[in-house]
């Protein structure tokens, strides 16, 4: 065999055993036997063996004959050898071209008719003959770089007849050859791979990129229970920086009695699927966790159900309220699911039925519930009670609510609604409406008699809508303004009320008034007022804005109160009139019989002096008689003057710290000679150390002798009179206790008025101004006069003086 042979079938055995250890997708797709595998590697060998002996032989050649016998005989073996080799790689289509040093024409070996049937092997190399224009410049460029820079190629061509071809050329010990070999069934089964690869390559990468957008962590486990895999969500829930570092770092996002309980589980040969907590980015959370057993181990995912678990927690809390809301309702609810079987009732469903909750618990059937109350004679009567228990339950197959109206044997009503559930089952909601009925019966019966009330009332009614039309009127109103019946049940407007009622009464002012009270919108104040009319009638008119804007207008008919107003007010000016002029005559003559009778005073006293001369005895009694007469006389016009000025309000006290001892005693002191005369005991009562307070000495001293004065004049001879004074925590209660004839009720209130005087059948007598002035004192210091008196036991007359005076009090502030 010639050296090209061997070069070729050294190309060919190298090319196979190449393919074989790098492992080319076209070597590997033809897919040898293991019997071919390991002859094409015994042929290497014997080929390497026979070429190193070739050499060995060539190199001793001239050592001796010998040698050189041997070395022929071993050559002719080894060309054997080859060109069996040679046979057994032309065994399959393909075409060697060898080209020599130089540019020479080239040597092709092998059978051409796989690349095109018509193709001579010297036509070979007219690449344009088979290839493409676009493929034939590609393959003989490549020829080009490999022939002149040994610069190895492999393409991969397809024929003008569709056939595919590799073409794969390279340098070998100085040679430049090319290897042409037909792959078109190769290549059919290589694109269907190829096709079948990329299908599951696509599915896996979409697979690989929805594990990566999902929010909730993915992981897997290989057979050892290790994490291989785990997606972004699993590295932010372990808050490490990425996936591979979670894988890295074999962080755990579960904890380890978690884990061992998976394993059990999955050990069972079963997947995982149960609630777990775990530590998930910081936060405690709730996991729903999905592990299943896979060929190269487990996955496994864990969604977060805290939320959903809240949720759950709020809707547990939020069914827990609805329950205890509608245990506080009253209205009985019961709620029959789609068995027909109850699921949920209220306690006044149960109360209103008297049903025991035991009864109940057992989830009674619509039909049994029904049969029990009927037996209890709790539903109403019914003459075909079958039909009637079929047409309340249409309510399962309705879509609509319906309500019935039961009238129970106990003489209750009750308003029943059935509704249709949309998960199935009916609702039932009972109300009892029996005191609503009644007290609609009430209500109608009370508008009844309101209505004859309203049409039998004096006074004039009407009431305006809210878009000023008459609504409502009595017949006093049309008759008191004398319009006809017919034309206000026309319901006018109350302009034209106005108008109809103008010729009575024209003032303008007023109809605005009562226009703007019917028809205002934001202001619907209450107004008032009085018209005169022109017939002479005086009314009170009056409007009230009711709630549903409506407003009410009523007239009355005051005429006759008016009149009489008036005539007492004609006589009340009189009256003030007259009392004005008693005030003036009395400080008028108070003050004109001050004045001489002070003169006389005087002159008294100078006649009584023993200076003027001497008087007998009976000038000295009349001078006496004078004497006390005038004293008399002045004491009545000073009580006049003090009266008056105090009506007049020009009465002014001289406040300060008064003992109420010393007090006593010279009020006492002052009738001591009266006492004397009367054959009177007079007592003073007061407590030790009762001290003092705020008040005006004199008029307090003032009041008290008017007070003893009075009881001295009423005390029967040997009788007794107490002046007592008691200390309270607000006030001192000065009294005056007599034994005389006491006071009538009906006179109780009438001993304090001006010259009110009854001697009761003693001998006293006075102009009647003593305990008018004692009142009107106490009165002025801010306290009250109090009478306790009864026939024939005596009189006690109280003053009560505030420990701070008004008047004290008053300028202290």
């Known amino acids: 065999m010639s050296a090209i042979a061997i070069a070729a079938l050294l190309l060919g055995a190298?090319?196979?055993?190449?393919?074989?250890?790098?492992?080319?997708?076209?070597?590997?797709?033809?897919?040898?036997?293991?019997?071919?595998?390991?002859?094409?590697?015994?042929?290497?060998?014997?080929?390497?063996?026979?070429?190193?002996?070739?050499?060995?032989?060539?190199?001793?050649?001239?050592?001796?004959?010998?040698?050189?016998?041997?070395?022929?005989?071993?050559?002719?073996?080894?060309?054997?050898?080859?060109?069996?080799?040679?046979?057994?790689?032309?065994?399959?289509?393909?075409?060697?071209?060898?080209?020599?040093?130089?540019?020479?024409?080239?040597?092709?070996?092998?059978?051409?008719?796989f690349i095109a049937p018509t193709l001579a092997p010297?036509?070979?190399?007219?690449?344009?003959?088979?290839?493409?224009?676009?493929?034939?410049?590609?393959?003989?460029?490549?020829i080009e770089r490999l022939r002149v820079k040994g610069e190895a190629f492999a393409?991969?061509?397809?024929?003008?007849?569709?056939?595919?071809?590799?073409?794969?050329?390279?340098?070998?010990?100085?040679?430049?050859?090319?290897?042409?070999?037909?792959?078109?069934?190769?290549?059919?089964?290589?694109?269907e791979s190829s096709v079948r690869c990329q299908k599951l390559q696509n599915e896996a990468d979409a697979l690989r990129s929805l594990v990566e957008m999902l929010p909730a962590p993915v992981w897997m486990r290989d057979t050892a229970g290790q994490l291989v895999l785990v997606n972004a969500a699993y590295a932010r829930a372990v808050e490490t920086s990425d996936p591979a570092t979670a894988v890295a770092r074999h962080v755990e996002l579960l904890g380890r009695a978690e884990r061992e309980t998976i394993a059990r589980t999955l050990d069972t040969g079963s997947g995982y699927a149960g609630r777990v907590t775990a530590i998930m980015a910081g936060a405690r959370r709730s996991l729903d966790v999905l592990e299943l057993p896979v060929a190269q181990g487990r996955v496994g995912v864990a969604i977060d159900a805290t939320e959903a678990e809240r949720l759950r927690s709020e809707l547990d809390h939020v069914k827990a309220g609805h329950r205890r809301t509608f245990d506080h309702l009253a209205t009985g609810v019961a709620v029959f699911g789609a068995d027909r079987r109850l699921s949920f009732y209220n306690a006044a469903y149960?109360?209103?039925?008297?049903?025991?909750?035991?009864?109940?618990?057992?989830?009674?059937?619509?039909?049994?519930?029904?049969?029990?109350?009927?037996?209890?004679?709790?539903?109403?009567?019914?003459?075909?009670?079958?039909?009637?228990?079929?047409?309340?339950?249409?309510?399962?197959?309705?879509?609509?609510?319906?309500?019935?109206?039961?009238?129970?044997?106990?003489?209750?009503?009750?308003?029943?609604?059935?509704?249709?559930?949309?998960?199935?089952?009916?609702?039932y909601l009972f109300t009892d409406i029996t005191e609503r009925l009644e007290l609609e019966r009430r209500a109608d019966a009370l508008t009844r008699v309101q209505g004859e009330t309203l049409d039998n009332l004096a006074e004039a009614v009407s009431v305006y809508g809210s878009d000023g039309r008459l609504r409502l009127f009595n017949p006093a109103f049309a008759t008191s303004w004398k319009l006809a019946p017919d034309l206000l049940a026309s319901r006018p407007h109350v302009e034209s009320v106005i108008e109809m009622c103008r010729p009575l009464y024209r003032d303008e002012a007023t109809w605005q008034r009562l226009r703007a009270a019917v028809t205002g919108l934001d202001k619907r104040d209450a107004t008032s007022g009085r018209i005169e009319r022109s017939d002479g009638c005086v009314m009170d008119f009056a409007t009230v804005p009711l709630p549903?804007?409506?407003?009410?207008?009523?007239?009355?008919?005051?005429?006759?109160?008016?009149?009489?107003?008036?005539?007492?007010?004609?006589?009340?000016?009189?009256?003030?009139?007259?009392?004005?002029?008693?005030?003036?005559?009395?400080?008028?003559?108070?003050?004109?019989?001050?004045?001489?009778?002070?003169?006389?005073?005087?002159?008294?006293?100078?006649?009584?002096?023993?200076?003027?001369?001497?008087?007998?005895?009976?000038?000295?009694?009349?001078?006496?008689?004078?004497?006390?007469?005038?004293?008399?006389?002045?004491?009545?016009?000073?009580?006049?003057?003090?009266?008056?000025?105090?009506?007049?309000?020009?009465?002014?006290?001289?406040?300060?710290?008064?003992?109420?001892?010393?007090?006593?005693?010279?009020?006492?002191?002052?009738?001591?000679?009266?006492?004397?005369?009367?054959?009177?005991?007079?007592?003073?009562?007061?407590?030790?150390?009762?001290?003092?307070?705020?008040?005006?000495?004199?008029?307090?001293?003032?009041?008290?002798?008017?007070?003893?004065?009075?009881?001295?004049?009423?005390?029967?001879?040997?009788?007794?009179?107490?002046?007592?004074?008691?200390?309270?925590?607000?006030?001192?209660?000065?009294?005056?206790?007599?034994?005389?004839?006491?006071?009538?009720?009906?006179?109780?209130?009438?001993?304090?008025?001006w010259f009110e005087s009854d001697p009761r059948g003693s001998d006293h007598r006075g102009a009647g101004l003593g305990l008018s002035i004692v009142r009107s004192f106490v009165e002025l210091h801010g306290g009250t006069v109090r009478i306790d008196s009864a026939i024939g036991q005596g009189t006690t007359v109280m003053c009560i003086f505030p420990l701070v005076t008004t008047a004290a009090r008053s300028a202290a502030e």
């Open 548 to 753: 549903d804007g409506a407003t009410l207008v009523t007239f009355h008919d005051v005429t006759d109160s008016v009149n009489v107003e008036r005539a007492l007010l004609e006589r009340n000016e009189a009256l003030v009139a007259a009392d004005e002029l008693k005030l003036d005559f009395v400080h008028h003559v108070s003050y004109e019989l001050r004045s001489p009778l002070t003169n006389i005073i005087g002159f008294a006293h100078f006649l009584g002096d023993q200076s003027t001369g001497p008087l007998n005895d009976k000038q000295s009694e009349y001078l006496g008689y004078i004497t006390v007469s005038t004293n008399a006389l002045l004491a009545i016009i000073n009580n006049i003057l003090d009266l008056a000025t105090i009506d007049a309000g020009a009465m002014t006290l001289n406040l300060g710290e008064v003992d109420i001892r010393a007090t006593m005693e010279a009020a006492a002191e002052g009738v001591q000679d009266r006492v004397v005369q009367n054959d009177l005991v007079l007592e003073l009562r007061a407590q030790p150390g009762i001290g003092g307070f705020t008040a005006d000495g004199r008029r307090l001293r003032q009041v008290l002798f008017n007070l003893l004065s009075n009881a001295i004049g009423f005390s029967p001879p040997g009788g007794r009179v107490v002046l007592g004074a008691e200390r309270t925590a607000e006030a001192v209660v000065f009294s005056v206790m007599d034994e005389g004839p006491g006071i009538p009720p009906e006179l109780t209130d009438k001993v304090f008025d």
């Open 14 to 113: 190298d090319h196979a055993a190449a393919g074989l250890l790098d492992g080319a997708p076209l070597a590997a797709a033809t897919r040898l036997g293991a019997q071919e595998l390991a002859t094409l590697v015994l042929l290497i060998g014997v080929v390497a063996f026979a070429v190193v002996t070739a050499i060995a032989l060539l190199r001793t050649r001239g050592r001796a004959a010998a040698e050189q016998q041997v070395a022929r005989a071993t050559i002719a073996g080894l060309h054997s050898d080859i060109d069996r080799l040679a046979a057994l790689l032309m065994s399959e289509p393909q075409v060697l071209v060898v080209w020599t040093a130089g540019f020479g024409e080239p040597e092709v070996i092998g059978e051409v008719s």
């Open 350 to 427: 149960r109360t209103l039925w008297d049903l025991e909750p035991d009864y109940l618990a057992e989830a009674p059937s619509d039909s049994a519930v029904l049969d029990r109350l009927r037996a209890a004679r709790r539903l109403p009567e019914q003459q075909d009670f079958r039909l009637w228990k079929t047409n309340l339950h249409r309510a399962y197959t309705s879509t609509e609510s319906e309500t019935h109206e039961w009238h129970l044997p106990d003489r209750r009503t009750l308003r029943v609604v059935t509704t249709p559930n949309p998960e199935g089952g009916v609702t």
């Open 155 to 191: 393409l991969l061509l397809t024929t003008i007849q569709g056939r595919h071809v590799e073409a794969e050329g390279r340098p070998i010990g100085g040679f430049a050859v090319m290897k042409l070999r037909n792959v078109t069934g190769i290549k059919r089964d290589l694109a």
């Open 122 to 142: 010297h036509d070979i190399l007219a690449y344009d003959q088979w290839l493409s224009p676009e493929l034939a410049r590609a393959l003989g460029d490549a």
